[in-house]
């Protein structure tokens, strides 16, 4: 089945850690993004990357990282400086397109502040 | 992107059609109207998206008015699956491309 997965569902967080957050797709798809949810809120994007081994900084990237060494993986880092980290994390990918491709969600990984 | 403004809570009996409205009245020639829904605790989930002309799948319709600063979303025969938050998106490529500005979204609920 081709999809976004997300891993793990559920991530706890000790005060001064870096945790990262999974991402992978084998939709083929050349776009990939990471987004922020916190309760009853919209989604604010972190960071995108429109091909590999290259990325964008979204509305709120401070405190956060990505890589892009491969098609198929996104991965999100969560450092030490993001202050308020406790938040639902989604992953989405899209085909590149002229107009904003549809762009298709994995379930999402919740992160705690222990 | 456009700003998109939609109510924020709606009611719909189960089996009958719920309509969902949204107000994009800045939006620019380029930008495309999509629907998104959000159930509790997942991901986003990709309805609809038009342009101009008025679009139909097996999830829903999509009404643009002829002036494109509205539109509707239609769920002919809503269940209580269908009870989730429903965003109204307005994107174009170019400097914003890919990038989907969720809102707040209209809270959907369906009742038997």
């Known amino acids: 089945d081709g999809g976004i997965t997300q891993s793990p569902k559920y991530l706890f967080r000790k005060e001064g850690q870096n945790v990262t957050l999974s991402c992978e797709q084998n939709l083929n798809h050349d776009a990939m993004y990471w987004y922020r949810q916190d309760p009853g809120q919209g989604l604010r994007l972190i960071y995108y990357s429109q091909i590999v081994n290259d990325f964008q900084k979204g509305d709120i990237a401070e405190g956060y990282s990505v890589s892009r060494e491969k098609k198929e993986s996104f991965p999100l880092t969560v450092t030490s400086a993001q202050k308020n980290p406790t938040a639902f994390y989604l992953c989405?990918?899209?085909?590149?397109?002229?107009?904003?491709?549809?762009?298709?969600f994995g379930p999402g990984t919740r992160l705690l502040v222990l | 992107d456009a700003k998109t403004t939609q109510p924020p809570s709606m009611d719909c009996a189960e089996g009958r059609a719920a309509n969902l409205p949204c107000n994009h009245s800045t939006i620019s020639g380029n930008e495309y109207v999509y629907w998104y829904r959000q159930i509790h605790s997942q991901g986003p989930q990709y309805i609809i998206h038009g342009l101009k002309n008025n679009e139909t799948n097996e999830m829903a319709s999509l009404i643009i008015t002829e002036d494109r600063k509205s539109s509707t979303l239609i769920l002919p025969h809503a269940t209580l699956r269908d009870t989730a938050v429903y965003y109204c998106?307005?994107?174009?490529?170019?400097?914003?491309?890919?990038?989907?500005?969720f809102g707040q979204g209209t809270i959907l609920t369906v009742h038997p």
């Open positions: 998106i307005a994107t174009a490529g170019g400097t914003s491309y890919g990038k989907l500005t």
């Open positions: 989405a990918s899209s085909k590149q397109g002229p107009v904003g491709e549809t762009q298709y």
